[in-house]
């Protein structure tokens, strides 16, 4: 059975990339909004295993927390890669990744793969798990990008250029 590609999900944010990948890469620390949260459960070579909570929307403005457990590998200077080992799309492997830009500019994208285990996965997989996995990524690139943008503008390590915004 063919995988299921779901994204590429982009967002440009007005931070340097190394913001933003430090922002990132600080798995569990920091607020969370809804609910959400990390709890990292094990570290060692480079990965951590982690449960996510985090809230994926459905029909009716209700919303449903949903926890995943992953194998989290952050390789700097630009690339996170997650693989679900539980919860509703075990195997879905992510990347998210960071890059310049135009001016001041970061691009950070989504992208993941899915291998469905049969024709009802496959249509699982297809008709529900990819559209509800593009609106959370969505979601939380544009928190990701209000959060950067407020903390580009104090930052002294990574300042913008305000002329150019």
């Avoid at 967002?11 to 990292?40: N, T």
């Avoid at 799309?89 to 830009?101: D, K």
């Avoid at 469905?116 to 990524?137: E, K, N, T, W």
């Amino acid at each position: 059975m063919k995988p299921i590609e779901v994204g590429p999900v982009k967002v440009e944010i007005a931070a340097p990339p190394g913001l933003i990948f430090q922002m990132l890469a600080a798995i569990g620390q920091g607020s969370q909004k809804d609910d959400e949260r990390v709890e990292v459960l094990e570290e060692r070579d480079g990965e951590a295993i982690c449960d996510f909570w985090t809230r994926v929307p459905l029909p009716a403005g209700q919303g449903r927390l949903v926890r995943t457990r992953e194998r989290v590998r952050v390789s700097p200077p630009n690339r996170i890669d997650y693989e679900h080992l539980d919860g509703p799309v075990r195997g879905l492997r992510e990347t998210i990744s960071v890059g310049a830009g135009s001016a001041d500019t970061s691009v950070v994208t989504y992208t993941g793969t899915y291998d469905p285990h049969g024709i009802v996965d496959q249509l699982r997989a297809r008709l529900l798990a990819r559209p509800l996995i593009r609106s959370v990524m969505r979601a939380h690139f544009a928190d990701l990008r209000d959060r950067a943008e407020a903390r580009a503008g104090r930052s002294r390590v990574f300042a913008v250029d305000e002329t150019t915004n």
